[in-house]
DNA sequence: ATAAACCTTGGAGTCGACTCAAAGGCAAGC
DNA sequence: GCTTGCCTTTGAGTCGACTCCAAGGTTTAT
């Protein structure tokens, strides 16, 4: 697969694929006799790993330290492991947090519902 | 309640908050005979506004035109209420996502604790 | 009354994460 | 065989959101 039909598949500019590839937040991609990226499933799998985490707030540098980790192999793993329980402390922290403006913003919408006036309330009791 | 103290209560710097209130993210706070922020509970609590919504990765940009609108009065309550309710989808939208990686990690790390070798696994199914 | 510890502003600098541009190679259709 | 559209790299530019700095005013403690 091509890098123009995996950013389609992903919704991921082009731009940003190589980005990640360059920084080393995922492990480089083969390439097809012309030089041109070819991707296989296994490249698709950590585009979609660094697309979650990114999306969770992960940040590329902390992509590079696991794929560093992994490039070291069997040795890493409990590196690894620790690296990923240390960010899923910090996913769930930021999960709260989300889901606590969540519910006040619901609220805030509530009161705009059935409230009169200017009315700003207050978002923490 | 002085900068410093709003900055310590609430854990944002007050070069944050100066930037904020310069950008027009919160309302301007009243200042005392110096010329110096004193904060009230009003200004305090678009503070934890402001937070909350940063925290959940609304832009700057979305609580200035907030904030705009709130100074135009009652006229500008269902143009409020609209762009809570679409700020809300957002969130909604990236919470699921954060969820969604929440628990990839998850069983990703439990993957750690029962598989062998230099194990990746898919992420998504 | 002088130093230390606050505060002010305007503007510049930084940082992470892209995003774009230039210069050029490959490949498919007319 | 030439145009169109894809691909490559390197390096520079942009953007949002801070973050810091300089120059200067105020307040508090000694």
Known sequence: MKIKEVSQKY???????RYWERQGAIPPVNRDEAGYRDYD???MDWIS???CMREAGV???YLIEYIELFKGGKKTLEARK????EQLKVIKRHLDEVQNTYDLINKKVQNYETHVEGYHGKLIK
């Open 82 to 85: 620790d690296l990923l329980r």
């Open 59 to 61: 940040s590329i540098e």
């Open 11 to 17: 919704n991921i500019p082009a731009d940003t694929l």
């Open 49 to 51: 790993f660094a697309q």
């Open 41 to 43: 499933q296994e490249d």
